[in-house]
């Protein structure tokens, strides 16, 4: 939701030599149209199932980076999932930042918005709801006035110290179903 997930993404996958997987981008390739039009035709909890599918089928791979849609992890299966195949960093952004980042951008349906106030109000909500999920991920990493790049090189720094911490990629929870 306008943090850098996917530009991030790019770019550590680059430096780190292995493929990136932007599941919006995987799922509007699959269902042939837009996340935006996923939403309005077949609704929001079709779209989290095929989500679900995805993550489900992405956590089977290695050497990846995946960008996971903000949704995503909402589901806690979901964030296990995502954290089997590796560690889960959460980007994060001021709703000031989103919003400048977003503009008039029309593709993200839980934030189509008229004016820039409307979208304001949609993006501190979305967030609220969204934060003790959020919170949730042990890793946290604020984009705020940082490049793409400059995340990225911050990621890659810390790696491997959170690869060696030991400290869990996602709170335990109760077993799929």
């Given amino acids: ?62 050497n990846l980076v995946i960008a996971a849609g903000g949704g995503a992890i909402l589901d806690p299966v979901n964030l296990r999932r995502l954290a089997a195949a590796g560690p889960v960093i959460c980007l994060t952004a001021a709703p000031e930042t989103i919003a400048a980042r977003l503009g008039a951008a029309r593709t993200r349906p839980l934030l189509a918005a008229s004016n820039p106030g409307e979208l304001a109000v949609k993006i501190r909500r979305l967030l609220a709801e969204r934060q003790p999920a959020y919170a949730a991920v042990p890793w946290q990493m604020a984009t705020d006035g940082l490049t793409a790049e400059a995340v990225a090189r911050r990621i890659l720094q810390q790696l491997p110290s959170v690869l060696l911490s030991g400290r869990p990629a996602c709170p335990p929870g109760p077993p799929e179903s």
């Fill in 1 to 62: 939701m306008g943090t850098g997930k996917s530009a991030v993404g790019r770019r550590l996958a680059e430096a780190l030599g292995r493929e990136f997987v932007d599941m919006d981008a995987v799922l509007e390739a699959r269902q042939g149209i837009p996340v935006s039009r996923i939403f309005e035709e077949q609704g929001e909890f079709f779209f989290r199932a095929l989500e679900r599918d995805l993550a489900g089928e992405l956590s089977h791979r290695t």
